[in-house]
T-cell receptor, first 114, second 114 residues
Framework: KAGVTQTPRYLIKTRGQQVTLSCSPI?????VSWYQQTPGQGLQFLFE???????NKGNFPGRFSGRQFSNSRSEMNVSTLELGDSALYLC?????????????FGPGTRLTVL | GDSVTQMEGPVTLSEEAFLTINCTYT??????LFWYVQYPGEGLQLLLK?????DKGSNKGFEATYRKETTSFHLEKGSVQVSDSAVYFC?????????????FGKGTTLSVSS
């Protein structure tokens, strides 16, 4: 079974631009979560989608948004990029919303904002 | 709010040494607890989990026991190998929150030399 895939793997943008990252979950998984990983703040939860609806949201500004499609694929968008948005963005999928469900992580998209 | 605290790294050990990485948590509900591992250049992989008090998670020689009385979930391995060199993250998922959002500790870098 194929794992979680994320595209692109690397991105370089400049301040003020916007960016869209894509995530394809494991087949049969209906929940997709996004995390930001930085050396200073560590791993922080952005949001979670299930059945095309945002179910949970972390403490990030409105510039960070996401969506989920009917095939469970998800995208996240960051508008008006800031230098501090440079990070590894990780997508994770799980079967559903049950608390103990294992989350399977993709390799991440490395975003660099210049 | 909920939080996870794990020991600062890096932890440097010789092959076959005993490993302990301390993890304590604060949660308002009844969390599930996880250890994830991140190898260089890769996403996170679930190492083990425990969903209720006194549960012991184990995998690949690693163990951790969910201790509600001390709010801890320390990771142990009796004999580490060079291939165990990675960053280890302790995490919780709180049942009182919607979905499967994970709250991570800062991570502990383990370096094992032969």
């Amino acid at each position: 079974k194929a794992g979680v895939t994320q595209t692109p793997r690397y991105l370089i943008k400049t301040r003020g631009q916007q960016v869209t990252l894509s995530c394809s979950p494991i087949s049969g998984h209906r929940s997709v979560s996004w995390y930001q990983q930085t050396p200073g703040q560590g791993l922080q939860f952005l949001f979670e989608y299930f059945s095309e609806t945002q179910r949970n949201k972390g403490n990030f500004p409105g510039r960070f948004s996401g969506r989920q499609f009917s095939n469970s694929r998800s995208e996240m968008n960051v508008s008006t990029l800031e230098l501090g948005d440079s990070a590894l963005y990780l997508c994770a999928s799980s079967l559903g919303l049950a608390q103990g469900n294992e989350q399977f992580f993709g390799p991440g998209t490395r975003l660099t904002v210049l | 709010g909920d939080s996870v605290t794990q020991m600062e790294g890096p932890v440097t050990l010789s092959e076959e040494a005993f490993l302990t990485i301390n993890c304590t948590y604060t949660a308002t509900g009844y969390p599930s607890l996880f250890w994830y591992v991140q190898y260089p250049g890769e996403g996170l992989q679930l190492l083990l989990k425990a969903t209720k008090a006194d549960d012991k998670g184990s995998n690949k020689g690693f163990e951790a026991t969910y201790r509600k009385e001390t709010t801890s979930f320390h990771l142990e391995k009796g004999s580490v190998q060079v291939s165990d060199s990675a960053v280890y993250f302790c995490a919780l998922s709180d049942q009182s929150q919607a979905g499967t959002a994970l709250i991570f500790g800062k991570g502990t870098t383990l370096s094992v030399s032969s």
